[in-house]
């Protein structure tokens, strides 16, 4: 996998492009059962990224720092200190 830089106009692209596909992502989940909507997103996800990749050592890495970004959010979340406690289930 080649590692390469990004203009400031192609972070500002990755941006919007995020944006549209959160949007764009929410109005379809809400629209669906929980459960099924979360393993549809999953498994789009991880297809997108695997057709992507040329050796298993570069979906090694897409998956590393998917993991990475994912960690970062959930630690960043602000989540209501009033919500239910999943383990409780």
Excluded: W, Y
């Amino acid at each position: 996998m080649n590692i390469r830089s990004f203009s400031q106009d192609d972070l500002e692209d990755v941006v919007e492009l995020t944006k549209k596909l959160e949007e764009s992502i929410a109005v379809i989940l809400e629209e669906n059962e929980q459960g099924i909507a979360l393993s549809a997103l999953t498994s789009a996800t991880i297809r997108c990224v695997l057709v992507q990749c040329d050796t298993l050592d570069e979906a090694k890495i897409h998956k590393n720092i998917f993991m990475q970004m994912f960690d970062f959010s959930m630690q960043n979340m602000k989540f209501d200190p009033k919500e239910k406690d999943p383990n409780s289930l």
